[in-house]
């Protein structure tokens, strides 16, 4: 979805209020895409702060169908972003010739002076994503040895863990054991 910001980048002063739904079913962050379950009206208010100049502010919930970290377990995510972006118009950029300022303009989410609403939005996802999962704050994931969801109960399994750094000695033990 596109929406035009002509009006809010060439008129000083002009603020524009909008609520859009928006058409994701599924955002991709990194090699994996996760399907959204709920969402939220994203709520934009565009303000212009000067000549070729806007402010992007907004806010939106997501809620996505996740793997826990941990123990694999299929999982809920409720994802709250708030944002604030300055844009410019195509003018603007093309009128400065400073490197320092087109080094630092990422807006790969405007085409001219559309908004891509949903490359915003992606962009805003991935660097809100948490940087992990769980399925419940205290979950002890599965056992390296069997894979057992260690969430349902102890699997037996020996969980003693050798320190490599010894793994000499031990050879040495049991050289010298007679069979």
């Known amino acids: 979805m596109f929406i035009n910001l002509t009006d809010v980048l060439t008129s000083e002063d002009e603020v524009l209020t909008m609520q859009v739904e928006t058409e ?17 009206p994203v709520r934009f208010t565009f303000t212009n702060v ?7 502010d907004g806010e939106a919930e997501f809620t996505f169908a996740v793997n826990c970290d941990r123990c694999l377990k299929p ?9 604030s972006r300055e844009v410019h118009s195509p003018d603007a950029v093309s009128d400065s010739y400073d490197e320092a300022d087109t080094e630092d303009d990422d807006q790969d989410f405007m085409e001219g002076y559309q908004l891509n609403v949903e490359d915003l939005l992606n962009n805003e ?20 040895q069997c894979g057992k969801d260690l969430n349902t109960g102890d699997c ?24």
């Open 50 to 56: 000067g000549k070729n100049k806007a402010v992007i």
């Open 75 to 83: 999982t809920e995510e409720k994802l709250t972003i708030r944002f």
């Open 156 to 179: 037996g399994c020996d969980s003693f863990v050798p320190d490599p750094r010894m793994a000499v000695i031990k050879d040495i033990f049991h050289a010298n054991k007679e069979v």
């Open 125 to 144: 996802i991935m660097i809100n994503w948490p940087r992990k999962v769980l399925c419940k704050p205290d979950c002890k994931g599965i056992c390296m």
């Open 24 to 40: 994701m079913t599924e955002v991709s962050i990194g090699r994996e895409s996760f399907r959204i379950l709920d969402k939220t």
